[in-house]
């Protein structure tokens, strides 16, 4: 399943909508849910804001798939992307303040996997998964 948004705030819901509907539908229980549910949002909310900056001429793409090992989830924003690695931690104590990085502590804690990667054409993909 592929859910093609607008790099728009509201449209996050949108995308969250869909996919959880997908999750539902291949057999996902309440508690999965809820993690998908948190990571796509962030995921989603990240490529519009950071990755596209808003920019509604450029859309963000959300693949769904499923299979034996669990849920694959794809989402690329069109933006000039960014390295994971120099998110500063915000476990750490002296960013504990800051407003960034927490979303990838998040989706961390919410699926199995995630997986960040500059797209060859331009922008980010995040992949994540969450096991059956």
Do not use: M, W
């Given at each position: 399943m592929k859910i093609s948004i607008p790099?728009?705030?509201?449209?996050?819901?949108?995308?969250v909508v869909k996919s959880v509907e997908f999750a539902k539908e291949v057999g996902f229980q309440d508690d999965a849910i809820f993690g998908i549910d948190m990571a796509v949002r962030e995921a989603v909310?990240?490529?519009?804001?950071?990755?596209?900056?808003?920019?509604?001429t450029k859309k963000v793409d959300v693949t769904l798939s499923n299979d034996n090992e669990g849920l694959e989830i794809v989402v690329?924003?069109?933006g000039d992307g960014f390295r994971v690695d120099l998110v500063p931690d915000p476990t750490n104590p002296e960013n504990l303040l800051k407003d960034s990085g927490r979303g990838i502590l998040f989706m961390q804690n919410f699926v199995d996997t995630v997986e960040w990667h500059n797209h060859p054409e331009g922008g980010m993909l995040v992949k994540m998964t969450k096991n059956n």
């Open positions: 790099s728009k705030i509201e449209s996050i819901d949108e995308a909310a990240n490529a519009v804001k950071h990755g596209n900056k808003l920019d509604e690329r924003d069109f």
